[in-house]
């Protein structure tokens, strides 16, 4: 039957940015572990995939393969889709509001007006440059780990942004063995992209693929925040095997279900 | 002619110690079908350089200080399931999780100043809520504060 099969990459990205390197701070899950995937959670992933042929040798099944970059310890993947943009949005307005109070307010009423003002300043939050020559993150900006604006004057620690992964390649790639592409998607979770492949399943074997990841480090260049991004690469493995297409409930070659 | 690129200094921005999260990656077909955590939830932290250990099981072993902040978060292993944390059940005298929202949505986790450590590993448990089952499931294992 064919199956959509789900690959999570996890990355704790505040580790991995400190030693550069995505060993021991990736961990990969797949959906397949009841049907023999090995090493769950770690990163050494085998994921298996099993496919069938018709008896003609011909392959019966198509699998599909698809890989979800989530990060540890950031916010996490289920808040709603460019929720980083909507918080930016929700600040500013607050602070609009508060500064008309501010405005409105009599005069020689309440404390110092311009520590109200510092107050409302520091409310904004960091506003991170965008940078248009990467993929990166969408101009936002730079929200703590509970989703609040962290101040400029502030060093309160960040939420990172999802790693993004730009290629996927290696041994399965280069014989053939995994087709794998990015698609664009409405899917509520991957922020509109994602990369997906077929699996051509006649040919059994372990095979390494090898993913190119993007992070990236909040860094500061004069008064401008920018996400500066880091390229690491994370290997895994797939398993191939292949059996005769059989029926699923006798376990025994296809032809009518054996109803009375 | 070429053009190079203009050479920008930039720095790192520098932040305070990072809060130590704790994210539990939870199989909710696996779950409901079993009722049990038991091979169906995996821990993680933040703070594997500086000795937890435990990665990928249930029990996680978290090293702490007394004044850290604790986040915990859930998250499905498939992205069309829900999983959420319905509650930690662990020693009042040593943190006291309490449940929070991101703001503006309906997204929670937990979080905890740790108060206080004894001298041994402090042992907690977290109870899920998966899918749309009205009961939680308790972790079949327990998770461990280290100090």
């Known amino acids: 039957m064919p199956q959509q099969l789900a690959i999570i990459v996890l990355v704790d990205v505040g580790n991995a940015l400190e030693a550069k390197s995505l060993e021991d701070n990736t961990y990969l899950f797949d959906n397949m572990k009841l049907q023999g995937s090995e090493n769950e959670g770690t990163g050494k992933l085998v994921t298996a995939i099993n496919g069938s042929y018709w008896s003609d040798g011909s392959q019966a099944s198509e699998q599909v393969l698809n890989w979800l970059p989530y990060s540890l310890g950031s916010l996490p993947p289920t808040v709603p889709r460019g929720y980083e943009v909507e918080r930016a949005r929700q600040t500013d307005q607050k602070a609009l509001a508060d500064l008309e109070a501010l405005v409105n307010r009599p005069a020689g009423q309440g404390a110092d007006p311009s520590a109200d003002l510092a107050q409302i300043q520091r409310s904004v939050g960091t506003r991170v440059k965008s940078n248009r020559r990467n993929r990166g993150p969408a101009a936002a900006k730079i929200l703590d780990l509970t989703g609040k604006v962290v101040p400029a004057d502030s060093s309160a620690a960040h939420s990172y942004p999802a790693p993004v992964i730009t290629d996927i390649y290696g041994e399965a790639v280069d014989e053939k063995i995994i087709y794998p592409a990015e698609y664009g998607s409405p899917d509520l979770v991957t922020d509109g992209w994602y990369w997906s492949a077929t699996v051509d399943t006649s040919r059994p074997g372990t095979y390494a693929y090898t993913m190119k990841i993007q992070l990236h480090k909040l860094v500061e260049s004069g008064t401008e925040a920018l996400w500066e991004p880091v390229n690491l690469t994370c290997e895994s493995w797939l398993r191939i095997t292949s059996e005769p297409k059989r029926n699923g409930f006798t376990g025994a070659g296809l032809g009518l279900l054996p109803l009375s | ?147």
């Open chain 2, 1 to 147: 002619m070429t053009t190079k690129a203009k050479p920008r200094t930039t720095t790192p921005r520098i932040t305070n110690k990072r809060p130590i999260s704790i994210s539990a990656v939870v199989d909710a077909v696996g779950v409901l079908a079993s009722l049990s955590t038991r091979g169906h939830v995996y821990l993680y932290d933040t703070n594997r350089t500086a000795g937890s250990t435990g990665f990928g099981t249930e029990q996680l072993r978290t090293k702490v200080k007394a004044g850290d902040t604790l986040l915990w978060s859930p998250l499905a292993l498939e992205c069309e399931a829900y999983v959420a944390i319905d509650g930690i059940e662990i020693d009042p005298a040593v943190a006291e999780p309490v449940r929070k929202v991101y703001p503006g949505t309906d997204v929670s986790y937990w979080t905890a100043t740790v108060k206080s450590l004894p001298g041994e590993e402090v042992p907690y448990r977290i109870r899920y809520r998966v899918g749309t089952r009205t009961e939680p499931v308790t972790s079949d294992q327990s998770s461990f504060l280290i100090g």
